[in-house]
Nanobody
Framework: QVQLVESGGGLVQAGGSLRLSCAAS????????MEWYRQVPGKQRELVAS???????AYADSVKGRFSISRDNAKNTVALQMNSLTPQDTARYFC???????????????WGQGTQVTVSS
């Protein structure tokens, strides 16, 4: 089994910062993408930031210049540093990994349970 566990959410004032962490564990052969999504009740989950195993990163336009994704391939972890937070960043943040459990299997998406980020004005 593969598990992704997020941590680091909480309540912060507008303009503040938070750092989210996600650790993948279990039967893992390789991880290609590690990504952060967020979701507000009643809306679709949206991609916030993405990181490949080679170190390439991409960001949603709404967070460019404020959020930074970083990854430790040796530890199977990914972090999201969030700066200059606004109330519009309030959401539940989810970590997703595109993972192979062994070299013969196809890539599979695994999700964490999410961590709540609330930004007060």
């Amino acid at each position: 089994q593969v598990q992704l566990v997020e941590s680091g959410g909480g309540l912060v004032q507008a303009g503040g910062s938070l750092r989210l962490s996600c650790a993948a564990s279990g039967s893992i052969f390789s991880i290609q993408y590690m990504e952060w999504y967020r979701q507000v009740p009643g809306k679709q989950r949206e991609l916030v930031a993405s990181s490949t195993s080679e170190g390439f990163t991409a960001y949603a336009d709404s967070v460019k210049g404020r959020f930074s994704i970083s990854r430790d391939n040796a530890k199977n972890t990914v972090a999201l540093q969030m700066n200059s937070l606004t109330p519009q960043d309030t959401a539940r943040y989810f970590c997703k990994g595109q993972i192979k459990r062994n070299k013969w299997e196809a890539w599979e998406d695994f999700w964490g349970q999410g961590t709540q980020v609330t930004v007060s004005s």
